[in-house]
């Protein structure tokens, strides 16, 4: 699944990501979690969403970036999405996080007629600061 991910950005190292990611989900201390999405009980998951806390000092309050939202191709325009943000909003509600905040890619249409239909789109816009040469992205 993570993989599928990786592969949909053209992640040039994906077995090293996907080491890293998968320490931090493992790590009770660190802030990254995952919901998973599957077709039924005991299926493979079709679908993840990383997602962690962020302070929001303008509210005082805590929202939910999420991070990472992929839905495997086979799986797309089933409602995996839908119920992946749908877990995520209740797990956010029973914490007091929120909103939940994402970006996502301007060319990246068929996510972003699912999330027009379910989120607002913000004016904020993002910007990358390169640090120490690393190239942003």
Known sequence: ?????????ECTRPDEVTAVVWRW??????????????????????????HRPFVRPLHGSLACFLDDLYVAESARGTGAVDALLAGLQARCRE????????????SNARARAVYDRLATQTELVTYDLVVDGEAPG
């Open 1 to 9: 699944m993570h993989r599928g991910y990786l592969d949909f950005y």
């Open 25 to 50: 989900l493992l790590d009770p201390d660190h802030e990254l979690e995952c919901l998973v999405v599957s077709p039924s009980p005991g299926a493979p998951p079709v679908g993840l969403a990383h």
């Open 95 to 106: 914490r007091g996080w929120a909103p939940v905040r994402w970006v996502t890619s301007a």
